[in-house]
Every structure is written in structure tokens, then in C-alpha cells.
């Protein structure tokens, strides 16, 4: 599809608005450091969670994480590269796209082959087949699949989009114990049914945005009332997950009172954004915290006991 005037003028006024980056600030925006880090501490309460008790040694565990951290930024450097026409027609990666322009798609490529393959190899010397295949299947599957393909045909394609995002406790647990567990895998599940509400928010936030680039997102394809319905029960899904992630763990009542206290504040903000105040940012935003405020609690019980 030509690009049209409108199209022609987005573009220019990303690449227009606001200070270029310098070129290893531009690097470090285009490796997407949120997402790694989320990525990088969901790896490490797999770890935590399959261990029973018993820490692995400070090799295996600094080689898994390092092996995660080169994947998720090869990944979404690479994610960046093949998405770079259509984030110069959103506002809100302006930044991201004046990050590109600033360091340069050669480097920027150079780079993401460099940190995916050094992840694999990592994976296949020092760890084992189980998270090497893991490993692989998370950056192939994001970049050919959900990216290349999924994204652009199917509002749908969030669905198979979330499992590469799932994946790094199962990546964990697989580094360090050799097996899957089903701890590992019911916070697997969690994150995977996490991402769709996280996502369905910021595609009612910016569904204008998710128009002039060409994405065929939820409230475009089917309304935004299916898209608020479908947002709050996933958010309703996840408090019986978690608890139920509590009593398999055999946690305390203090991860009970947290996880379902922290569940129960987003979906309550959730309904309110949703419904009253159409700031669908602030539920983005509450959907951040909310995870983030589940991996400390699993994470520091899992030490603790």
C-alpha cells in the first residue's frame, strides 16, 4: 500500500519532533531495557521457582541471565529494524525512530546478530538443549512470526504474539534444573495472559496511531467494547492464577495478601479507566507495576524460604 499524505506527514513529524540521542544512548533505546529487564527478572523467578530451595551456582545462574538479556535485546533491536517504516508513523515512537536514524540500521543489525547469536551460543555451550530450544524458539518466534507476519494480518495475532513474551521462566527453569516444572509454567501462563490486557490498553490509547501505521489491532477490527470486555477478563483471569501459583508454591499468606491485593487494585483501576475516565495510559501503566510488583513477591518468598 502507497503511502499516502497523511502518512508522508506522520513520518516527517516523528523524525522531526524532538533531540536526536547520541549514538550508544540511541543503541541502549533501540535494545528496549524495560522489556529486557521484565524479561530478565521473569527468567530469573523460573530459576527461583524450579530450584526448590537450592540456588545453582553463581555460573549457571549469570550465564542463563546474560543468555537472556543478548536474546531479548537482539530481539528487539531486530524488531525495530523490520518495524521501523511503520514507528515513523506513530507519534509515540518518535523517539525510537530517531534513536534508528541516529545510530543506523547497518550497525543496529550488526549488533542484533551479534547479541542473538552470542545468546545461543551461550545456550547451547554452557546450559543445555532444553533452554537452547527454548531460547530459540522466543527470539524466532517473536521476530518471524508474531512480527513479520502475525502482527500485519490479525488482530488475533497478540494471542500467539504472548508466548515468545511467556517464555523466559520456562528458559530459567529449563537453564538451571534441566526439566519443566509446573510452577515455572503456571507463571508462564501468567505472564502470557498479562500481556494481553498490557497490550489491548496501549492499542485503545493509541488506536489512531495503530491505524496510520496499518495494524490491525482489537479496537479497530472489532470495537471497543469487545476490546474493554475482553481487557477486564484477563486482568479477572489473573487472581485465581496467581492464587493459585501461592498454593502450589506452598507460599506464605504475606505472597496471598500481596499478589491478590496487587491483582485486585489493577483490575479495580482497570474498570475505572476503562469505563469513566478513558485514560487507557494509566491503565498501561498500573499493568506495569502490577507485574512487576508480582516478580518481587515471588522472588523474594522464593529466597526467603
Not at 58 to 71: D, E, R
Not at 78 to 90: F, P, Q, S, V, Y
Not at 183 to 210: G, K, M, T
Amino acid at each position: 500500500m502507497a503511502a499516502g499524505p497523511e502518512s508522508c506527514t506522520a513520518s516527517a513529524a516523528v523524525l522531526s519532533t524532538g533531540r536526536r540521542p547520541g549514538f550508544l544512548a540511541a543503541l541502549l533505546l533501540l535494545s528496549k531495557p524495560g522489556i529486557v529487564l521484565a524479561e530478565t527478572v521473569a527468567g530469573f523467578a523460573g530459576i527461583l521457582l524450579s530450584c526448590k530451595g537450592q540456588m545453582p551456582t553463581a555460573a549457571t545462574l549469570c550465564l542463563t541471565l546474560l543468555s537472556l538479556i543478548m536474546a531479548a535485546s537482539g530481539a528487539a533491536m531486530g524488531n525495530c529494524l523490520i518495524e521501523a517504516a511503520a514507528d515513523r508513523k506513530m507519534l509515540r515512537l518518535a523517539a525510537r525512530s530517531r534513536a534508528l536514524a541516529t545510530a543506523g540500521s547497518g550497525p543496529v543489525a550488526i549488533l542484533a546478530l551479534l547479541l542473538t547469536g552470542g545468546a545461543f551460543i551461550i545456550a547451547a555451550i554452557c546450559l543445555n538443549n532444553l533452554a537452547f530450544c527454548l531460547l530459540a524458539a522466543a527470539s524466532g518466534s517473536y521476530l518471524f512470526l508474531y512480527t513479520l507476519w502475525l502482527k500485519r494480518c490479525s488482530a488475533w495475532g497478540v494471542l500467539l504474539g504472548a508466548i515468545p513474551g511467556a517464555l523466559p521462566p520456562l528458559i530459567g527453569a529449563a537453564a538451571v534444573s534441566g526439566t519443566i516444572t509446573m510452577l515455572p509454567l503456571l507463571l508462564a501462563l501468567i505472564i502470557f495472559i498479562w500481556q494481553l490486557p498490557h497490550f489491548w490498553l496501549l492499542a485503545l490509547e493509541y488506536r489512531d496511531q495503530y491505524t496510520q501505521a496499518g495494524f490491525p489491532v482489537l479496537p479497530l477490527t472489532h470495537g471497543e467494547p469487545l476490546t474493554r470486555i475482553l481487557t477486564l477478563t484477563a486482568i479477572a483471569l489473573l487472581l485465581p492464577l496467581t492464587v493459585a501459583l501461592g498454593l502450589l508454591g506452598a507460599f506464605s499468606s504475606i505472597y496471598q495478601t500481596l499478589s491478590g491485593g496487587a491483582g485486585i487494585v489493577f483490575l479495580l483501576l482497570c474498570v475505572r479507566c476503562l469505563y469513566w475516565t478513558h485514560a487507557y495510559r494509566q491503565g498501561f501503566r498500573a499493568s506495569l507495576v502490577y507485574l512487576m510488583t508480582l516478580f518481587g513477591v515471588i522472588c523474594l518468598e522464593s529466597l526467603l524460604s
